[in-house]
């Protein structure tokens, strides 16, 4: 009996094995091999970015390694590691920590591996390009939809995931366009931790620390919805929500005529596309601009018709 | 020297401790934040307590036996996408559906940890660890990590709507703790729990039938884990696949900060809510203090240590006289 169990787990175990090796293999043999790390696979965003790459390498003849580093600056400095192993011949970052990703890149550097980061910057070691949208416009252009939307006058909150440097971008661009409106106060900025559940608790106190509070900015779009269930199950539908990305949820939300009332949108695909183009760039011998700015603009109920 | 009174003087001044910390923590966020006292505000922390306390019970149970479910989180965001995706189809009854699909998901992942704990002997950490990631990943999968929402009206009944002025899931989690406190105190299986994490030989000795009592917690476990995904479904309206990512960390820590001991054999049910309250009105409390989100966390880890220090201290006093 207990032989049997063993055998069993066994089996399952080498199954399960031989499975997840099947996926790893095929792409083309000659083009050049590009190893990626995204700061996550849990966000529609770094999917929308994933499939940008992955189109944009597949029409170059690039095959890309793509890894997750589920925000562990550990992991994925365990995945730089690899790549450098693997001898590939540039690598895509998007670093769990915009510093302590340094080391990793140096070793990078010091094995002639050409690094580029997406979407998030580093700070420290050679990076060839950084291509990324421009956060702090988007904060602005956040700040101006809320501050004419409630009038010029009242109190606003930001809820923000201050660990990662695009949201403190967005944050800082928010705040320094709302110097601009004397009448309006960012009376609370809280942490959401970028993820909905944490940000409707934010979002609860924050709306019972400011009774004034007319407008919230979330700095994703997990944080804007956080507080637009806050706002829903506070009957507060009076509130101006902008948040950020404009995944498909939030669009929906928009367009149903809910508290979420705008959205910054990035364009994942584009930074996709952008960060291959930068690379092939590279690897034809052309100069390379160091800092990548991939637009952003608002979108709202009128503009989504 | 009979053990139950020392366990129950100990627990008292366990209980006693937190419910002063509660206080005190009160009176300075009183001072500080003048919504803080507001009815309205009492029942926001209320709200804000009512999933990690519901999941606390179930972790109670599961720890007074010695053993830990780091799984929770996944399980409830499991639960929550596929009580989602049954309330977003057109089926008759499709809320009603949907709160014993969450349920069947909890209870199928609690027999499964409970089966490998009580039967095959792994060590329930790395059971759990192991559904930890295979749920998150499941929930990943069935939802392409995508949410689902545009979900019925009838949905919003578990999480958002109000009974009495008290939002249903605080009524839930009272519901939960007062049959928790029932189980463990007043019926046979609840001391059998204590006397399987107390003193494992000796309640094997004294005729208990240590797999089925073990079994049995972790099943019940998983029911309370499926009705908190159907209670975070319905408060976010939707069924969310990183929703409750790390939620574990904030039941064990209420678990531990009402004075439960992580040996197992000793602790409460009450005292696991007064732990939940402790942390509830500390993160609510700072929020309304405006204090900044790094400050938060340095704050929360140092209040936290303090509180289970000053426990430890009288309790290891109070194991000096006696």
Redesign the interface.
């Not at chain 1, 009376?187 to 942490?191: S, W, Y």
């Given at each position: 009996m207990r032989l049997n169990?063993y055998a069993l787990c066994l089996a399952l175990l080498v199954g399960a094995t031989s499975v997840l090796s099947g996926c790893n293999k095929g792409g083309g043999a000659g083009g050049k091999r590009i190893g990626v790390t995204l700061l996550t696979?849990?966000?529609?965003f770094y999917?929308d970015l994933e499939a940008g790459l992955k189109e944009a390498a597949d029409k170059a003849g690039y095959q890309l390694i793509v890894t997750s580093g589920d925000m562990d600056l550990a992991k994925q400095q365990s995945q730089i590691d690899n790549f450098i192993v693997q001898k590939v011949d540039a690598i895509i970052l998007c670093p769990a920590d915009s510093k302590g990703i340094a080391p990793a890149i140096e070793k990078a550097n010091a094995a002639n591996i050409p690094v580029f980061t997406a979407d998030i910057a580093a700070q420290g070691g050679q990076v060839v390009a950084h291509v990324a949208s421009d956060n702090l416009s988007g904060g602005r252009l956040a700040a101006e939809y809320i501050a004419k939307a409630i009038g010029g006058q009242g109190d606003v909150g930001i809820i923000?995931q201050?660990e990662v440097q695009s949201g403190l971008d967005r944050e800082t661009g928010f705040k320094e366009e709302m110097k601009k409106y004397p009448g309006i106060k960012v009376?609370?900025?809280?942490?959401g931790g970028g993820?909905?559940?944490k940000a409707?608790?934010?979002a609860?106190?924050?709306l019972?620390?400011n009774?004034n509070l007319k407008g919230i900015f979330g700095i994703n779009d997990?944080s804007a919805?956080?507080a637009?269930?806050a706002a829903?199950?506070g009957k507060r539908n009076d509130l101006v929500i902008v948040g950020y990305d404009a995944?498909?949820?939030a669009v929906?939300a928009i367009q149903r005529g809910s508290a979420l009332k705008a959205d910054v949108a990035q364009q994942p695909r584009d930074l996709g596309a952008k960060t291959i183009e930068a690379i092939s760039k590279h690897f034809a011998g052309q100069p390379v601009e160091k800092s990548i700015a991939v637009p952003v603009k608002i979108v709202d109920a009128s503009s989504l018709k | 020297m009979a053990p139950r009174p020392r366990y129950l003087q100990w627990q008292t001044v366990a209980e006693y401790v937190i419910v002063v910390a509660i206080v005190l923590e009160s009176i300075f966020f009183a001072v500080y934040a003048p919504q803080f006292l507001s009815l309205p505000n009492l029942i926001n922390i209320a709200l804000s307590i009512a999933i990690t306390g519901i999941l606390a019970v179930g972790m109670t149970a599961v720890i007074l036996t010695g053993g830990i479910d780091l799984s929770v989180g996944s399980v409830a965001a499991l639960a929550g996408i596929v009580a989602a995706m049954v309330a977003g189809s057109s089926a008759p009854g499709a809320v009603a559906l949907a709160a014993l699909a969450a349920l069947g998901v909890g209870l199928a992942v609690g027999v499964f940890n409970g089966v490998m704990v009580a039967r095959f002997r792994v060590p329930p950490f790395v059971v759990t660890l192991a559904m930890l990631t295979i749920c998150r990943g499941l929930a990943f999968v069935v939802t392409d990590g995508r949410s689902i929402s545009d979900l019925p009206p009838g949905f919003a009944l578990f999480g958002r709507e109000v009974f009495l002025s008290v939002p249903v899931p605080v009524w839930l989690m009272l519901l939960v703790f007062a049959a928790g406190w029932f189980v463990l105190k007043r019926m046979t299986f609840g001391r059998y729990v204590y006397a399987v994490g107390g003193n494992r030989e000796a309640a094997f000795l004294a005729g208990v039938n240590i797999k089925g009592v073990t079994l049995l917690v972790y099943v019940l476990n998983g029911l309370l884990v499926g009705l908190a995904g159907l209670v975070l479904a319905s408060r976010l309206g939707a069924g969310v696949p990183n929703a409750g990512n790390q939620c574990e960390l904030d039941v064990i820590a209420a678990v531990v900060v009402g004075g439960t001991s992580l040996n197992g054999g000793r602790g409460s049910v009450i005292a696991t809510l007064w732990g939940a309250v402790f942390i509830g009105v500390l993160n609510n409390g700072l929020n309304l203090a405006n204090v900044d989100p790094y400050t938060q966390r340095i704050a929360l880890g140092v209040v936290i240590l303090l509180a289970v220090l000053a426990d430890q201290l009288n309790k290891t006093r109070g194991q000096v006289i006696a």
């Open positions: 169990v696979r849990e966000h529609v999917k923000g201050q009376a609370a900025v809280l942490n993820v909905r559940d409707l608790k934010a609860e106190d924050m019972q620390g009774p997990d919805l956080g637009l269930s829903e199950s995944i498909p949820e929906k | -």
